[in-house]
């Protein structure tokens, strides 16, 4: 099974603290994702990564910025922390190829890392 | 319009019942579907897929309404265990690289003995 690691369960950060987020990965995926998720608006996509050194912004990329310099590992900073990045983050890893009736397919995440900035 | 609406509920059902949850999508270009379960403070996990001609994992059948644009998640015999939030994901299909998904705002349910 594909096992999704982050770093820490719970941070509390300061204002304008810079905030790591770390995640591994151990089954090889090129597709990495970082997601925040807050009640009522379900999970929003922050960036993602298709392969090393590559990154894409998602939805909601202001105040984030990501970094993959091996395969295995997608790291989500907030550049200067604000209690508006409060919130759980959750990261993903899945698998480039196309699903196919009776694929195993679908997003793997990791536990979370609930953050709160004070 | 959302792309992926779910309604939140709670379905508060009695052990044993029948319960029944749709999600409904706006873009008729979608061509993957999936259910995934949310326990309380932990991370989703994928459920089952949708597939075009309906699918059945136990208790679990889920059904996808091209037509009306939207997919089903039926549960039989209710177990205490079932409580949770469950997520339904819908994806166009590409060729290969990043497949934008998107996820409803989760349905909780609550099922009490």
């Known amino acids: 099974d594909v096992k999704v690691t982050q770093s820490s369960r719970y941070l509390v950060k300061r204002t304008g603290e810079k905030v790591f987020l770390e995640c591994v990965q151990d089954?090889?995926?090129?597709?990495m994702f970082w997601y925040r998720q807050d009640p009522g608006l379900g999970l929003r996509l922050i960036y993602f990564?298709?392969?090393?050194?590559?990154?894409e912004k998602g939805d909601i990329p202001e105040g984030y910025s990501v970094s993959r310099e091996k395969k295995e590992r997608f790291s989500l900073i907030l550049e200067s922390a604000s209690t508006n990045q409060t919130s759980m983050y959750l990261c993903?890893?899945?698998?480039?190829?196309?699903?196919?009736?009776?694929?195993?397919?679908?997003?793997?995440f990791g536990s979370g890392t609930r953050l709160t900035v004070v | 319009r959302k792309e992926v609406e779910q309604d939140p509920g709670p379905f508060n059902v009695p052990e044993g019942a029948t319960v029944a949850f749709n999600c409904t999508y706006s873009?008729?270009?979608?061509?993957?579907f999936f259910w995934y379960r949310q326990d309380c403070r932990k991370e989703p996990k994928l459920l089952m897929s949708?597939?075009?001609s309906g699918n059945e994992d136990g208790r679990f059948t889920a059904q996808l309404n091209r037509a009306s644009q939207y997919i089903s998640l039926l549960i039989r015999d209710s177990k205490l265990s079932d409580s949770a939030t469950y997520l339904c994901?819908?994806?166009?299909?590409?060729?290969?690289?990043?497949?934008?998904?998107?996820f409803g705002t989760g349905t909780k349910l609550q099922v009490i003995p």
């Open positions: 990564s298709y392969d090393v050194k590559m990154k």
């Open positions: 873009n008729s270009a979608s061509q993957s």
């Open positions: 994901v819908v994806s166009p299909l590409n060729s290969g690289g990043y497949q934008k998904v998107t």
């Open positions: 993903a890893s899945r698998s480039p190829h196309s699903p196919g009736q009776g694929s195993s397919y679908g997003y793997t």
């Open positions: 949708v597939y075009s």
């Open positions: 089954m090889d995926h090129e597709n």
